[in-house]
């Protein structure tokens, strides 16, 4: 299809206009009153975590348990696609794409910081000791892992096979088709199922968003003494949305796969540095104890709730926040990643999406973390203490303990601003997707409205109340959605049943 459309020919009107104008207002009230946004926030946020801080870990558990057995069950042959489709893109430019899109932002920021907030204020033992060291790299593994992938490959797996096998529109509501029906899907609850997506979608990319413009402004002042604040990060994050804007608009072969490969390059370089020039053998020895760890204590990270102690407060304000905060991501990832994966068999793509980008986040984290808890840990130094006052500062202030820090510095900076865009412009192409009817090649005019919308809600909730006000934005919109993707889970494994009945029925052996 020509990207030549007319704007208000190509759009689903319903879907837009309520979810455009309800955003407007929640940027305008936001704006206009953010003190009582902020308070309202703390309020949701509090509400959530307390009361339904369990159905997120089951959830979440379930969904990646759920998506391993589909992988290994009788339905991993089938395509996703036509029978003998052949994929549209490289299997490394693919890799590249799923990480890039999926989690690029969010593993810049808090790849030491996590650590060193976890080795600090650890969820139980003595803080800022060697038992706090191994648990905070055990937790880093276990919140960037298997989890959050299996999250996206659910939404991944509905929305590639109901499009590319059955011939349905890119929508999330495609994916209810064996429970709903034609009439279910296009009508009001349909609807509603993709109206959720695109506030799901908006409030998990503008959180990384935010966090992003933050890491930036911090690498700026390191670099070149450029001031903190928030007129600065709303500076930054409106240069970055016109330049994700026009990477959406370039489309993916030409915006998104470029830039996928490049930041690819430049976050092996990096890694290989601080490998190198770091402490290599503490390195690869954390690394290979966390991923024993890791694996040896999944179950019961997967399900503690930290009941029967008086600081349940950590598990909801880390693996609450961040099981929420994948389930925003998922409709935005999801329609990503099944728009990069047709061709692919669904054991392929379920093994590759979990277990690939997962790996990639391990390396940086056991690479990233390890450095910065040697020299905590090892070489008493502050870098806990810095990360306590702006989290924002951890991976700039663990490069000052070693050579080429103002390189270093701008190498990362300028990786957080490409995956920064591609996260962005990824958003922007499938929230565009979702208000068009399911076009695999929205228009122009749909990206460039959703982009600054996306760009106006990120500034908006940093006004309203920072990280705190960014992470309830996550949960909130994930809560809801969660129940969708169960939704999900079942209709999958219907269409299955029925598609191999079908092909049963018609098999040589029944016509004899």
């Not at 704006?31 to 959530?48: C, E, G, R, W």
């Not at 089951?58 to 391993?68: E, K, T």
């Not at 600090?120 to 191994?134: C, L, R």
Request: net charge positive; proline share 4%.
């Amino acid at each position: 299809m020509s990207e030549n459309k007319s704007f208000l020919s190509e759009i689903d009107r319903t879907i837009f206009s309520i979810s455009a104008l309800i955003m407007v207002l929640f940027v305008l009230w936001t704006m206009l009153q953010p003190k009582v946004a902020d308070q309202t926030f703390n309020l949701v946020q509090k509400f959530i975590t307390m009361n339904f801080g369990w159905s997120y870990l089951i959830g979440v558990s379930f969904f990646l348990l759920f998506a391993l057995f589909i992988a290994f069950s009788k339905y991993g042959h089938l395509t996703l696609g036509k029978d003998g489709e052949k994929p549209n893109h490289s299997t490394l430019s693919w890799f590249a794409m799923l990480f890039a899109a999926g989690m690029g932002i969010g593993l810049v920021f808090w790849g030491v910081a996590e650590p060193m907030t976890h080795y600090t204020t650890p969820p139980f033992g003595e803080p800022s000791s060697i038992e706090s060291a191994q648990t905070a790299m055990r937790y880093t593994f276990f919140h960037w892992g298997l989890h959050p992938w299996g999250v996206f490959s659910i939404v991944g797996l509905s929305m590639a096979y109901f499009q590319f096998r059955k011939g349905l529109p890119a929508l999330v509501s495609s994916t209810l088709y064996p429970l709903l029906g034609a009439k279910g899907i296009n009508g009001w609850i349909g609807k509603s199922v993709d109206i959720l997506a695109v506030f799901a979608t908006i409030f998990g990319v503008a959180t990384s968003l935010g966090l992003g413009a933050m890491q930036i402004t911090t690498g700026l002042n390191y670099a070149y003494g450029i001031p903190t604040g928030i007129t600065t990060t709303v500076v930054i994050i409106i240069v970055i949305t016109i330049l994700f804007i026009t990477s959406a608009v370039a489309g993916i072969e030409r915006g998104i796969k470029f830039l996928s490969n490049t930041n690819m390059v430049m976050l092996f370089i990096c890694l290989a540095f601080m490998l190198i020039i770091g402490p290599t053998r503490f390195i690869l020895n954390g690394f290979t104890e966390t991923i024993g760890s890791y694996f040896q204590n999944i179950v019961q990270m997967s399900f503690w709730a930290d009941t029967y102690r008086t600081n349940p407060g950590w598990v909801r304000g880390w693996t609450v926040f961040y099981w929420a905060w994948w389930i925003a991501w998922a409709p935005f990832v999801g329609a990503f990643i099944a728009r990069i994966s047709k061709g692919r068999s669904v054991r392929e793509f379920i093994v590759c999406v979990i277990i690939v980008p997962a790996l990639l986040s391990f390396v940086w984290l056991g690479v990233m973390g390890n450095s910065a808890l040697y020299i905590d840990v090892v070489q008493h130094g502050d870098i806990g203490v810095q990360v306590a006052k702006d989290m924002s500062t951890a991976i700039f202030a663990m490069f000052q303990y070693y050579p080429l820090a103002g390189v270093l510095t701008t190498l990362t900076t300028l990786i957080i601003a490409i995956f920064f865009i591609t996260s962005a412009d990824s958003a922007t192409f499938v929230l565009a997707m979702f208000t068009s009817g399911g076009d695999l090649n929205p228009g122009t005019g749909l990206k460039i409205t959703w982009g600054l919308i996306v760009g106006a809600v990120a500034i908006a909730l940093l006004i309203a109340g920072g990280l705190s006000a960014l992470q309830t934005a996550a949960i909130a919109a994930a809560f809801p959605f969660m129940i969708v993707m169960f939704a999900m889970a079942v209709s999958i494994i219907k269409a299955f049943r029925e598609e191999f009945k079908l092909r049963k029925s018609f098999s040589p052996k029944n016509n004899l």
